[in-house]
């Protein structure tokens, strides 16, 4: 698989990322089985062993067993450590936490991240990060204290370099401007069912300012593949079928899959887009590296973006 340097930094990733949230088959720890780990096992490994060298985690995946289960592949398989990157997102603390009245909510003060990027380093049993994400922006987070936090994770040799996830460009702008280092990465919704970083400004500023797009839920869930998805609610109001003839007739000419076609999308864009996979089965996983191999023209982009746009252009 094709290698690309995230953002300015001197990490080097895969064209397409592998996402862990699904690596435990549930969001709700009681609910892990034996059958479910060995499937999310099978899914690192199968992942690793087509070329995938980035692996996404958060802590609130599966409230960090995601992150245990990583680690302890990590463990399992001699070397495969010193040949992939490792990123990891905080920021999110769920209702209840730390007592049964705290709402649902997001923080970014200088000890929530410290401690939320120790408590990662611990589960996933490693020195450090290579990248380390801001989840979702938290409306009181003071950019002063978050720098300031970034400072020391990476004095401390804890983290190798830092990005944000879900930001919009003036946020990214406001935290950069205090941020003693270049952010690196914003981890945002693209896909044929999400244009809306197109028209945002998102990846205008990723462009302009080298900062890598990582694409989260790049196939929509699963509605732009190949079948069965898993509908989140935020997905309730996509509406692929006007673009699925388009990406069906753009596979025949191909001899690819609709998948292959919707991450080829994503990747003919300047700004870099690095999609990620979130995909637990072996052959979805090995199917998804096809894209990289397929060059589509400017013309069938667009075809495919006035399709997904469902309006012809201005």
Known sequence: MQIVQLGTSPLLSSRLAYGCWRLTGTWNPAEITPDSLQAGRQAVLTAYEAGYT??????IYCDGEAEKLFGQILKDVPGMRQN????SKCGIRK???????APYRYDFSRRHILWSCEQSLRRLGIETIDLYQLHRPDYLADFEEVAAAFVEL????????????NFSPSQLAALQKICPFPLVVNQVEISLARLAPFEDGTLDQCQAQR?????????????????AHRLLPAQ???Q?????SVVDELARAH??????????WLLRHPAGIVPIIGSTRPDRIREAVRATEIQLSREEWYKLFVAARGQNLP
């Open 54 to 59: 980035l692996f996404d985690h958060a802590d």
């Open 84 to 87: 992939i990157l490792i990123a």
């Open 95 to 101: 209702a209840g936490d730390p007592d049964t009245a």
């Open 154 to 165: 990476k004095q401390q040799g804890k983290v190798r370099a830092f990005g944000v996830s």
């Open 211 to 227: 900062i890598t797009p990582l694409a989260w839920s790049p196939l929509a869930g699963g509605l732009l593949g190949n079948g």
């Open 236 to 238: 309730q109001a996509y």
């Open 240 to 244: 692929p079928g006007p673009v699925l």
């Open 255 to 264: 001899a690819a899959s609709r998948v292959a076609i919707a991450l080829a």
